[in-house]
């Protein structure tokens, strides 16, 4: 669950920013963002916040945010396999609204380099962020819908034998959640391979592979893929600056004392 709680930060920070709005369900007010493309049965580690939550409810209701808890998860997750840690800066407070709409326009496993590069920094963040933080997918999983027009159409940016080993999780027809892990070196440690992989033309998605193809993040890839000590240390501050990103303070918002429902 440790890759899921990462993205799941991700993902609620890039949409309205890091306000818990990604946890909210369906109702009269509310169009949820876990049905939008990006989130839509992909969308994991609900159930985690959840029950912390509970459990601190229990202690001090009306305290600790939806939002931090999801900040923390996050560090946490990253920490237990083998990452970095951080300080997570606290008191981010919860929104009572949601935006399907701008949940889908998300990061795209097709995007391009100057597709993915436009939009990070719209959210305050550089290439080595954008880069850093796609490494998080060492220990991620990808649903074979997500891959598979990039292992069976032959490109010049895949290597053959991945591509090939790929296809047996991966059907030309069928198969459509099919879960492969994005490292098959080390799929559950967080480490430098991702990158490795990369040089190696073996990223799984169209949106890793671009990192390292002739552009202006190679040298980037390149950098990691030698010194995974930078590579974390990169990572936690790319998270740090994510987490940052147009929080809901003060009075604004509020304390949910559930976190898929508006109190």
């Excluded at 909210?24 to 939550?53: C, H, M, T």
């Excluded at 292992?151 to 459509?176: E, K, L, V």
């Excluded at 040298?219 to 590579?231: C, L, Q, R, T």
């Amino acid at each position: 669950m440790a890759a899921s709680l990462i993205r799941l930060h991700f993902h609620d920070c890039f949409v309205q920013g890091c306000d818990a709005s990604i946890l909210l369900d369906d109702s009269s007010s509310i169009d949820s963002e876990k049905n939008a493309l990006p989130n839509f049965k992909s969308a994991r580690g609900f159930e985690v916040i959840d029950s912390v939550k509970s459990q601190l409810e229990r202690v001090c209701p009306g305290v600790v945010s939806c939002a931090d808890i999801v900040a923390v998860a996050a560090r946490d997750a990253s920490f237990a396999v083998g990452g970095p840690s951080w300080t997570v800066k606290l008191g981010r407070r919860d929104s009572t609204t949601a935006s399907r709409s701008l949940a889908e326009n998300l990061p795209s496993f097709t995007d391009g380099l100057d597709k993915l590069i436009s939009t990070f920094a719209t959210k305050g963040l550089n290439a080595r962020d954008l880069v850093a933080l796609s490494g998080a997918h060492t220990i991620g999983q990808a649903q074979c819908a997500f891959f598979r027009d990039r292992i069976y159409n032959n490109q010049s940016n895949i290597d053959a034998g991945f591509a090939s080993t790929r296809r047996r999780q991966c059907p030309a027809n069928g198969g459509d959640s099919n879960l492969s892990p994005l490292d098959l070196v080390t799929p559950n440690s967080f480490d430098n391979n991702y990158f490795k992989n990369l040089i190696q033309k073996k990223g799984l998605l169209a949106s890793d592979q671009v990192l390292f193809s002739g552009g202006s993040t190679d040298s980037i890839v390149d950098e990691y893929s030698k010194n995974p000590s930078k590579f974390k240390s990169d990572f936690a501050a790319a998270m740090i600056k994510m987490a940052d990103i147009s929080p809901l303070t003060g009075t604004a918002g509020q304390i949910r004392r559930v976190c898929n429902i508006v109190n």
